[in-house]
């Protein structure tokens, strides 16, 4: 992860070499990192965004009523 922006599990995170951040779902270029089982939504939209676009991920977050 050096000199990539990512977030984990809070108890795991020891020097990766890279930008931690406190958030659930963390992407920077084609790496997505989660933090946690909690983050599995916000995770999986990250995915959804890096693969299908930012329309299709948005299109899916008002279907399913996701904030």
């Known amino acids: ?3 990539k922006n ?5 108890s795991m995170n020891e020097d990766f ?3 931690y951040h406190d958030d659930y779902a963390v992407t920077d270029g084609n790496i997505v990192t989660g933090k946690s089982a909690a983050a ?14 930012q329309e299709t991920a948005n299109k899916t977050k008002k279907e399913i009523y996701y904030k």
């Open 17 to 19: 070499g890279g930008i």
């Open 1 to 3: 992860l050096k000199g």
């Open 40 to 53: 599995t939504i916000d995770f999986a939209f990250a995915v959804l965004e890096a693969v299908a676009g």
């Open 6 to 10: 990512y977030t984990c599990f809070t």
